[in-house]
């Protein structure tokens, strides 16, 4: 494949940037000078870029809420994978990850405030990361974790700075600027179990180059970690189902025995080919133990950084890196849920006691042969395995030119290319099912021999026979996605004026992204002839932006009486999207330090986040729906279409309206029509407000103490959802012009002919809350007995008032702050703590720094009872769970520098074992919700780092 000119382009120059540096190093000394990246005689040297703003600024302050964590924070307690970290926030809401198994496509992703992964902008060094696929979210797997500096939050929208996906916020990952030396760094992880180990190595090397006038810093990554299943821990290793009133062991009605879905009371085939009534919950398959409970993952990366410069007022700067995770997923054998079986009641399949009753129930004109409603699991053919390997490419150029005292511009270009291939093994062809049921009563040989047909008996577990399973299973099946990302940006800042209150100072901008994305489904999943593996037609598209910016720190008061310091931040953004119009964002607020220690800072900020290609140009797929649609379809006589004034949505559907009335369903029958999905093109933007207000204090104490409390409400409309049910949704629009009406199309007699559903702006979310930080610093006394002792305290807490989403402006606010369940909606998971805290608590002595990290999450309710309420449906009688008690987390790590350069770390997780919640019916996997809660016991590690020169 021919290499990008972007990317030779990107590539040339970091090499040569290394070249540079290979022929200019000087020997190592034991402290280099640092790299003067500035002129030493310039104020503006002292100031630094602040997440959330392209002002830079003197200190780390800023109007909108940041949280930093340094290098130490990241990796004390043993973080490998940077989502381990991020997990632990109380921002953050679990996402995909590690124990992401089904869902899940083998990517780590970050969820600021639980409104979706693909609300929340990632970032590294301040430029965008490129999607990890079709959609929005970005795979977390590729930041390289070895040269991570810092990690700075900001939360509520950050379109105004950094353009579309920003509605919750950024998640900016800072390299490590001006590293010299060679650093080594190897790590073991163990569960108490004895299982799923993680093995991570890397090693980091910088040098100044060019008498101090250029720094190089270059870095290689492994990780592997290895799997555990579901069924190694006692609370995952079967299905659990609540049935009245009372947690039981259940599973899957589709089993490998298979069963008759039509005809009578469903039979379940023995072995021998007897049939017997299907009970339940005795005979439900329990598909958890060939469950993933943590996903294996190899991952390779390496990278390069550069900054030179090139003259007293040209610095330049480049950045190449590559990751290649390779991830693996395993479910349960392929299900089919249900489909038409061929009957020849006279082969060698039955014996003479099924044969009889297969006549009386499928065979009304007695000639042999008969048709089934059929359901059967294939775990003849072995588990499903899903294999996906990611190859992530990215490249930056830039420079940055003082272009006068007081003002400098940077520019720059990145290129970055995810190409990602997911391999599918063990599906069964369902074409090649029916086509080896199709045999010859005398002979037992396939009516149609073609492809090697053999006889496939699927009537009873183990009688699939080796030929007839090499026959129909599919394996070598691939879906291939490619991803391009180009972003070009040029932003001066600098001094406008001064006055007596200070400088107002400026950015102004323009950026140009194009996103081209490609989805390329394997044929056989597009036809729908896999069983195991859903329907997938596939998507391209492209996205092209234009956008100009400006912001404007604006000092009003300074040395003041009750105002040492009051300034007012503002900035917009006016975007252009090929695929979505034009949009602005804006943000405005400030700052007021009254006096020395106490700070006041408010932001109101409008965000969007423009469509994505996934939910543009994803391939329509029609398939065929078998539903019991009494309860729902409001033009059913039984639903009162007059009565609920829908009568008139009805008729625009093509309902004739003398069937107004006369056409009706009877609970239990059901309706056969045709539901198409794909993308939508014609979706707008999604916009966002957002209000945060807050304070720090830092008291004036012999030690460093600092408290802070931020509030945060983020209100997103025309938010971008796939509607539960579109005859749900329609109803509530209750508008015959309205798309998701628009959708329905019924025949006269008002029968459903079609369906389209699809992504659509209808939704309504909204996330509100208070963060709370505390830090605290301080020699300890000699009192204490420790000699030359230091203590630290960390914590970071939030309370969320709400996180929830309504199908449109007139639906229902579904809020699942404090509950668990299901049916929260597709950018939530099944468990939302209403309270987290996380506190880290450290001690210093010499050589040795032990920590400990407590962390709690309240309890929480089960929403089904309060949805049943909405929807004016009587509690369930087989609900087991109404509440789960909160969680506490204790983790313990120490480190000790043996001698100068080698440090040793250790530590435990979870030190007393917690347990998981177990969710019954509201489960996400597994029983509970693993991303969310500890689901493998104590975890062990130990590790090295090793400064080789410095």
């Known amino acids: ?267 379940i085939f023995n072995p021998d080919g007897t049939v017997r009534p299907f009970s339940v919950p005795a005979d439900l398959y329990n598909f958890a133990p060939a469950n993933y409970l943590q996903t294996p993952l190899t991952r390779w990366s390496a990278g390069a950084f550069a900054e030179f410069e090139a003259s007293e007022t040209i610095d330049l700067y480049a950045e190449l890196m590559y990751a290649r995770p390779s991830a693996r997923r395993e479910l349960a054998p392929p299900p089919a849920p249900g489909f038409t079986a061929p009957l020849v009641i006279n082969g060698p399949f039955f014996p003479a006691s099924t044969r009889a009753i297969l006549r009386t129930r499928y065979d009304p004109d007695n000639d042999g042969f008969g048709t089934v409603r059929f359901s059967k699991r294939f775990d003849d053919t072995g588990s499903r395995i899903f294999t996906t390997q990611r190859e992530y490419w990215r490249g930056v150029l830039g420079f940055q030119a003082r272009v006068a005292p007081t003002w400098t511009i940077d520019a720059f270009y990145s290129y970055a290319r995810n190409d990602n291939s997911e391999a599918l093994d063990n599906a069964v062809s369902l074409s090649r099912v ?50 391009v990302q180009h972003n070009a940006a040029a932003v001066a800042t600098g001094e406008l004026f001064s006055w007596s209150e200070g400088t107002v100072q400026t950015s102004i901008g323009v950026e140009f992204r194009r996103n081209a994305a490609s989805a390329e489904a394997d044929p056989a999943l597009a036809t729908g002839d896999a069983l195991g593996f859903n329907s997938f037609a596939g998507a391209e598209g492209e996205i092209s932006v234009y956008e100009a910016f400006s912001e404007l720190l604006v000092p009003l008061l300074e040395d003041e009486f009750l105002a040492e310091r009051l300034e007012l931040e503002a900035g917009g953004r006016y975007s252009h999207y090929s695929t979505a119009g034009g949009v602005f964002t804006w943000k405005a607020g400030g700052q007021w330090v009254p006096f020395e220690g106490l700070r006041l800072t408010g932001m109101w900020q409008r965000a969007v986040r423009a469509p994505n290609v996934q939910e543009l140009f994803e391939v329509a797929v029609r398939d065929t729906a078998d539903v019991d649609l009494s309860d729902i379809d409001f033009c059913a006589a039984r639903n009162d279409p007059v009565g609920s004034g829908l009568a008139a949505v009805c008729i625009a559907q093509g309902m004739s309206p003398a069937a107004i009335g006369v056409y009706d369903l009877t609970p239990g029958d059901v309706s056969t029509f045709d539901f198409i999905s794909g993308g939508n093109p014609d979706l707008a933007v999604e916009r966002a407000g957002s209000i945060t207000a807050g304070f720090d204090y830092t008291f004036d104490l012999p030690v460093d103490l600092t408290i802070g409390a931020d509030y945060f409400s983020i209100s997103i409309e025309d938010a971008i959802s796939l509607p539960d049910s579109p005859l749900t949704l329609c109803a509530v629009v209750a508008d015959p012009g309205a798309p998701v009406c628009q959708a329905i199309v019924r025949a006269p007699s008002g029968e459903l002919v079609s369906g389209r559903g699809g992504p659509i702006n209808v939704g309504v979310a909204r996330a509100t809350g208070i963060d709370m930080t505390l830090d605290f610093d301080a020699d300890l006394p000699s009192s204490f007995g420790l000699g030359d002792a230091r203590f630290a305290l960390r914590s970071a807490a939030a309370a969320y008032f709400d996180i929830g989403e ?85 983790d313990l790590s120490a480190v000790y520098e043996l001698f100068d350069g080698v440090r040793l770390r250790a530590g435990v997780d979870n030190v007393f074992k917690t347990k998981p919640p177990l969710l019954g019916d509201q489960q996400v996997q597994a029983n509970t919700d693993p991303s969310r809660y500890d689901v493998f016991g104590r975890r062990f590690f130990i590790g090295v780092n090793v400064r080789l020169w410095d």
């Not at 199709?438 to 699927?458: E, L, R, Y």
């Not at 450290?842 to 009872?865: H, I, V």
């Not at 769970?881 to 204790?890: A, E, M």
Request: hydrophobic share 40%; aromatic share 8%.
């Open 806 to 890: 309504a199908q449109t402006a007139n639906s229902p606010f579904i809020d699942c702050a404090g509950f668990y369940a299901v049916g929260c909606g597709a950018g939530f998971a099944a468990s939302l703590p209403k309270y987290q805290v996380t506190s880290a608590f450290s001690l210093e002595r010499g050589a040795f720094t032990g920590s400990l990290r407590w962390r709690w999450m309240s309890g929480a309710e089960n929403l089904d009872p309060v949805l049943r309420q909405l929807a004016g449906i009587p509690p369930s009688p087989d609900t087991a769970i109404f509440s789960i008690p909160g969680k506490h987390y204790v």
């Open 434 to 483: 029916l086509q080896g049921l199709n045999i010859n009563p005398v002979t037992g040989a396939c009516t149609n021999p073609s492809n090697g047909c053999v006889a496939v008996n699927v009537f009873g577990d183990g009688n699939i026979s080796p030929a007839a399973q090499d026959f129909i299973r599919v394996t070598g099946l691939a879906n291939l996605y490619s991803t």
């Open 1 to 267: 494949m021919r290499t990008p000119p972007a990317l030779r382009l990107l590539t040339s120059a970091a090499i040569c940037a290394l070249a540079i540096g290979e022929a200019s190093a000087q020997p190592p000394e034991q402290t280099p000078p640092p790299p003067p990246t500035e002129p030493a005689d310039e104020e503006k040297g002292d100031e630094i870029f602040v997440t959330g703003s392209r002002i830079p600024r003197k200190d780390l302050t800023s109007a909108s809420p940041v949280a930093t964590y340094d290098r130490e924070e990241i990796t004390e307690f043993g973080t490998t994978v940077l989502e381990d970290f991020v997990n632990t926030l109380p921002q953050i809401k679990p996402d995909f990850g590690k124990t992401s198994n089904n869902p899940g496509d083998g990517s780590s992703s970050i969820d600021l405030r639980g409104l979706g992964a693909g609300r929340t902008l990632v970032l590294l060094n301040g430029r965008r990361v490129a999607p990890s696929g079709t959609g929005s979210a970005i795979d977390v797997n590729v930041i390289p974790g070895a040269m991570i500096e810092r990690v700075e939050i900001v939360s509520g929208g950050a379109s105004a700075v950094y353009g579309s996906d920003a509605v919750t916020g950024a998640v900016n990952f800072i390299t490590r600027k001006d590293f010299t030396g060679v650093e080594a760094s190897a790590q073991a992880d163990v569960y108490g179990a004895g299982d799923g180990q993680v093995y991570n190595a890397s090693i980091v090397g910088g040098l100044n180059f060019a008498e101090g006038r250029g720094h190089a810093a270059v870095f290689a990554d492994f990780l592997k970690r290895q799997p555990v299943f579901q069924g190694d821990r006692e609370f995952t290793e079967r299905v659990f189902l609540e049935l009245g009133g009372a947690l039981v062991p259940s599973g899957s009605g589709i089993t490998p025995a298979g069963r008759t879905l039509t005809g009578g009371p469903s039979l």
